[in-house]
């Protein structure tokens, strides 16, 4: 019996730890679980919306940006955990409807104890992750981990989607120290952290006890020293014309200097490279990856033009809830993009009635001129009998 409620206990546990870290698809209640800070009176105002197209109205609600040209700051808090030793998954889809010109599509996920009532852009986070697009030159997925207080972005370039369709962000950081970037669930971008990210010391520096010598050769090529100048070196390029007079202020040509052709350099050494000695101060750090606390998730952002909207929040340690939120979009967007297209035609299709009844109504106005004018000619030719 002992060992059958071990086992019971075992399973319980195993499955309470598979349950995500925080999960928000703002269905009902939403307000309840997320705060507006109050930082500033100014923030722009969240609206619940599935957007114009989608593949189920109640299902696919998100919160969308309200109001152009404001600063939105909005959070959830949820049980404290730290994932070291463990892989974790950080994902969310946003839409950006407007057509977004500049704004921010990106999450900031924070360690616990956050004042939520006073989240800004100074606030201390652990990860920010998600599109950020402003105009032609700035369209890429931020990557940003805070070590040692630092804020350090992955020196690689991602591109965002910046067209009006729901998009998945999804970002692992692993628990052997490296990452990798998913956008509507495939891989575009991976790495190891120590590597794309510049967190820690150069493993190398060049050796300060070390300089270049004095009689080091830099130069490749010298003048021949067995070479001389030729005795008809100074053959002009042109003689003067023989029928022409010289004129009283002319001044003879002279020939360019001369110069000996090049050899190659016998005491030439190459170019002289400082060499590399290990960096005392570099010490590797298999930890990057972890932050021992998670505690709140924010929408930090600035919106030049608003009408994004941001659903399914998902943090999470285990790899089977990302799979069931990747099926999840590709059903939201397969029906998304139906609807989307049954309404592009419906509206050619009206207006192309439209056109055509535009077109009847031009013609029998036309016929009715017509007819008009053959009274009035049949008029004018009973009154002249």
């Known amino acids: 019996m002992i060992k059958v409620a071990v086992l019971i206990l075992a399973a319980v546990v195993a499955v309470a730890s598979a349950e995500p870290k925080f999960q928000e698809s703002f269905g009902e209640g939403w307000e309840d679980r997320w705060v507006v800070s109050k930082h500033s009176s100014g923030y722009g105002k969240w609206v619940q919306s599935a957007g114009k197209y989608y ?38 889809t946003v839409k950006h409807e407007q057509n977004i010109d500049c704004g921010g599509g990106y999450v900031k996920v924070f360690p616990a ?14 990860v920010m992750f998600g599109p950020d697009i402003c105009g032609a030159s700035t369209r890429k997925v931020h990557v940003i981990l805070n070590y040692k207080g630092e804020n350090v972005q992955v020196s690689k370039t991602i591109p965002a989607k910046f067209d009006e369709a729901t998009h998945l962000y999804t970002l ?59 005795e008809d070196w100074e053959q002009p390029e042109n003689i003067a014309d023989p029928d022409a007079e010289m004129p009283e202020d002319w ?30 101060e570099y010490a590797a750090d298999d930890t990057l990856y972890s932050f021992p606390s998670f505690g709140a998730i924010g929408l930090d952002l600035w919106q030049v033009r608003s009408g994004s909207i941001f659903d399914n929040i998902l943090i999470t340690t285990d790899v089977a809830d990302v799979e069931a939120q990747n099926e999840a979009f590709n059903a939201r967007v397969a029906g998304e ?37 053959y009274d009035d000619e049949e008029e004018d030719t009973h009154d002249e009998l």
């Open 251 to 280: 001044d003879e040509d002279m020939d360019g200097e001369w110069e000996a052709p090049l050899i190659p350099n016998p005491e030439y050494k190459g170019e002289w490279v400082h060499p590399l000695i290990d960096n005392p």
């Open 55 to 92: 593949n189920d109205e109640t299902e696919d609600l998100g919160i969308k940006t309200s109001e152009d040209a404001k600063f939105y700051a909005l959070s959830a808090s949820f049980d404290e955990f730290s994932n070291d030793g463990e892989d974790l998954y950080i994902s969310f």
């Open 337 to 373: 993009s139906t609807m989307k297209a049954e309404a592009e035609k419906a509206e050619k299709a009206a207006a192309k009635a439209a056109e055509e009844a535009a077109a009847a109504a031009e013609e029998e106005e036309i016929n009715d001129e017509d007819e008009e004018e």
């Open 172 to 230: 692992a950081l692993k628990s052997d120290n490296s990452y990798e970037v998913f956008v509507d669930g495939k891989s575009v971008e991976s790495g190891n952290i120590e590597d794309d990210f510049n967190m820690l010391p150069a493993k190398q520096i060049k050796d300060p006890s070390v300089s270049k010598p004095e009689d080091w050769v830099d130069e490749s090529e010298i003048v021949d020293p067995e070479d001389t100048k030729p």
């Open 113 to 126: 104890g956050l004042d939520q009532e006073d989240m800004n852009g100074e606030s201390v986070y652990n």
